[in-house]
C-alpha cells in the first residue's frame, strides 16, 4: 500500500486525507509552519504528522499538494528544493489553478527530477459530504486514480497537463461567481432596506444564506482563485475583466467580520440578515 504525502493539511486536504486512510492508506504530512486549526484538523483527520516537508517527501511514495491557489509555484519550488525527485516520484498538484499555472508547477517539479500530476478537485472535503470529484490529467493520471480513493471519485481528462486545472477554472467560474453574485446582490438589498423581498423573489434556487456564508470563509482563498480563471478565460481570448472583478468582491468580502469564521464550525441555520451583517 502506498504512502501518500501531503502538503497541505487544511479543511480539503485534511479531508482528502481521511478518505484515503479509509482506503488503507498511510497519509503523512507536516505541520511546521502551520497554524492550530489545521493541527487540529490533521489530527481528526488521523494523519501521521513528520517534522518537515524533507521527511514527508522522503517517506511518501505519493506526493499530493492540496495550498491556496496562490501558493502553488511557492509550493512546488520547495518540493523540488528537496533533492529527492531521482526516483520519478509522482507530485499530484490539485490546487485551483489555470492551465498555465499548473504548466509553470510542472516545470519546476519536473527539472528537480519528479514526475507531475495536473489535478483539480470539485466538491466539498469527503470529510463534510462524501463524492468530491478529482479531475486528473498527465502521462501517470491513471496511476493515481487507481489509489484508493474512499469517498471520492476520480476522473482522468487526458494525458495533457493543464486539463484538469482547465476543469476546474470552468466549473468553479460557475460556482464561486455564482456565490459572488448572490453575495454583492445581498449586501446591496440589506443596504437599501429591501433583502425581505430580494429573498422571497429569488428564494434559495442561487444559493442560500448557508452557501454564501459559506463561500464568505474561504473569500481570502478565491480571490487568487477568481484571478486563475481569468488568466484561463483571457487565454481563451476571452475578456478577463468578469473574473478580475469578482477577484475584487471576494477581496473585500474577506476584509468583514464572517470571513473570520471557520467553514467546519458555521451554523447551516445562519439567515440572510446574519449574512449580510457579517459583510457589513
Do not use: C
Not at 524533507?54 to 509550493?75: C, F, H, K, N, R
Not at 429569488?202 to 488568466?231: C, D, N, Q, W
Not at 475583466?241 to 468583514?256: G, K, M, Q, S, Y
Request: charged share 20%; net charge negative.
Amino acid at each position: 500500500m502506498k504512502v501518500i504525502g501531503l502538503v497541505g493539511a487544511g479543511h480539503m486536504g485534511s479531508g482528502l486525507g481521511w478518505a484515503l486512510r479509509a482506503g488503507g492508506h498511510d497519509v503523512v504530512t507536516s505541520l511546521a509552519g502551520r497554524s492550530a486549526r489545521t493541527a487540529g484538523l490533521a489530527r481528526e483527520a488521523g494523519l501521521r504528522t513528520l517534522p518537515g516537508l524533507a521527511d514527508v517527501v522522503a517517506e511518501a511514495d505519493v506526493i499530493l499538494v492540496v495550498t491556496p491557489p496562490g501558493a502553488a509555484i511557492d509550493a512546488a519550488t520547495e518540493i523540488a528544493a528537496t533533492g529527492a525527485g531521482a526516483t520519478r516520484k509522482p507530485v499530484v498538484d490539485l490546487n485551483a489553478i489555470s492551465p498555465m499555472t499548473a504548466g509553470a508547477a510542472a516545470e519546476v517539479i519536473t527539472a528537480a527530477g519528479f514526475d507531475f500530476v495536473d489535478g483539480s478537485i470539485s466538491g466539498p472535503p469527503p470529510t463534510v459530504r462524501p463524492g468530491a470529484t478529482l479531475y486528473l490529467s498527465g502521462p501517470r493520471a491513471a496511476e493515481i486514480a487507481q489509489l484508493r480513493w474512499t469517498h471520492a471519485r476520480p476522473v482522468v481528462v487526458g494525458d495533457r497537463i493543464g486539463a484538469a486545472s482547465a476543469v476546474k477554472m470552468s466549473t468553479a467560474s460557475v460556482y464561486k461567481g455564482l456565490m459572488g453574485l448572490m453575495a454583492q446582490a445581498l449586501r446591496s438589498a440589506a443596504a437599501h432596506d429591501v433583502l425581505a423581498p430580494v429573498m422571497a423573489d429569488l428564494g434559495e434556487g442561487f444559493g442560500t444564506p448557508y452557501e454564501i456564508a459559506l463561500a464568505s470563509t474561504k473569500a481570502h482563498r478565491y480571490v487568487a482563485e477568481m484571478r486563475e480563471i481569468a488568466a484561463s478565460q483571457a487565454a481563451a481570448g476571452l475578456t478577463p475583466a468578469l473574473f478580475e472583478a469578482f477577484a475584487e468582491v471576494w477581496a473585500d468580502i474577506a476584509d468583514r467580520p464572517l470571513a473570520e469564521g471557520r467553514p467546519e464550525t458555521l451554523a447551516r441555520e445562519i439567515t440572510a440578515r446574519e449574512v449580510t451583517d457579517g459583510l457589513s
